[in-house]
């Protein structure tokens, strides 16, 4: 399963090595990656591939759910087609 990871905040340094420190706990892979900073503002949107997962996608949204709160920034994981249907104009 493909899924699509917005992260949004304040920029600081180490963003996206932890963002990178949980895919890698979950053996996820990193398809496309696209960042921005503007001012102090961050942000990214990740193109993931869940296939070889360890863990459930549940799991998965819990805990970039969690790493968004200890790192001050918002972090969203969706299913691409459900992202794709919410933003399709």
Request: charged share 25%; no cysteine.
């Amino acid at each position: 399963m493909k899924a699509i990871l917005t992260i949004i905040g304040k920029d600081f340094t180490g963003i996206v090595y932890r963002t990178s420190e949980l895919l890698v706990k979950y053996n996820i892979n990193i398809l496309d990656i696209n960042q921005t900073i503007m001012d102090d503002k961050f942000t990214a949107m990740m193109m993931v591939d869940l296939t070889n997962s360890n863990a459930s996608f549940t799991e998965v949204v819990e805990g970039f759910d969690k790493l968004g709160e200890e790192i001050g920034v918002y972090i969203k994981i969706q299913n691409e087609d459900i992202f794709n249907k919410m933003h399709r104009i």
